[in-house]
């Protein structure tokens, strides 16, 4: 008998596999990740330096292990993004933590031209360093070649735009925008090549599924939105509990019996205030969560830190 052809869909489908150990966790690498992941490895021999763009609100969740082993004899700087929507204080606390990782590193904010220079000059630096390492006869590279890869919305294609003035690579806030690798050139120095979002294997703990989902990385089709909102409600709430009703404008605690936790009662609150109402009357969740999740994206909560250094 001969086997059915699967679709496309379901092909896709199966690669958001639960890994056994905990049956909500998310673990999405879909064929195109491994297909990119390929092409990056092609691709390095062709660059100078590799820039791995992370989310400075999650310098570890956003890392990658296979980029790491891919690039480990190659130049690379880790940039920290996003520095503008982390906490002042856990910017400060990584900064310490990578001054001793042995790392090279930056913090920037893509969106501001002027903290990306750094960028260029410290790249300059890493990449003559190892070529004189190597043979100190040599003479130093004025010009280069970069590679730019990291987790799906850290910024990649932004930083690329900003350090050449002109829209040369697509941006938006959602993952996946960059669907294959780009040349950009920058100027008669520096040209850059951006390439697709590609994330880990395998996501280890659900907090860290958490918190792609909520900076973006991981597509709603994958992520769950309530689940994500849930997760931001109990982050917002330890920070400050009067956060959501003053951001969303409902009274606090007034409809609250006994039985009602203050997350619930955010969602309710939430779903009631924006006419979130299913047909036959009961609150859509649903779309409550979708719109707590977008606001968080946008920025309107503030700035945020998941995660701090463990050691
Ligand atoms: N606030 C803030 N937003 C940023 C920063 N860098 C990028 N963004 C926004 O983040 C979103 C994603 O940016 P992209 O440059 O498309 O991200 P990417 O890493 O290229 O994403 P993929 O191509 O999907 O892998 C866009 O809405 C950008 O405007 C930053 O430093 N601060
Ligand atoms: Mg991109």
Redesign the pocket.
Known sequence: MRKKKKSKKKVDAKAAQMPDDNKSLVSWFPGHMLKSMRKVREALKLVNIVLE?RDARAPITTSNMAFTEQFKDKSSLVVL?????ATPESVRTWNNWFSKSGLDYCF????DKDSLAAIVKQSLKIVNTKLLEANPDASARSKIKMMVI?L???????IINKLSGRDASK????????KQQLWVKVSKELEILDT??ILPPRIKTQDQALILSSLHAIPESVGDSEDTAVFLIKYFLALDKRMFSKFYDFEDGTDLDDSTTPVMQVLDSVATKRGCILKRGQLDYERASKIIVSDFRK?HFGSVCFELPSD
């Open positions: 763009v993004n996003k520095t503008n929507l920037c904010n893509a969106l990291g799906p919305n850290t910024g990649k294609s932004t941006v938006a806030d959602k993952p996946g925008q960059t697709p979002g920025g």
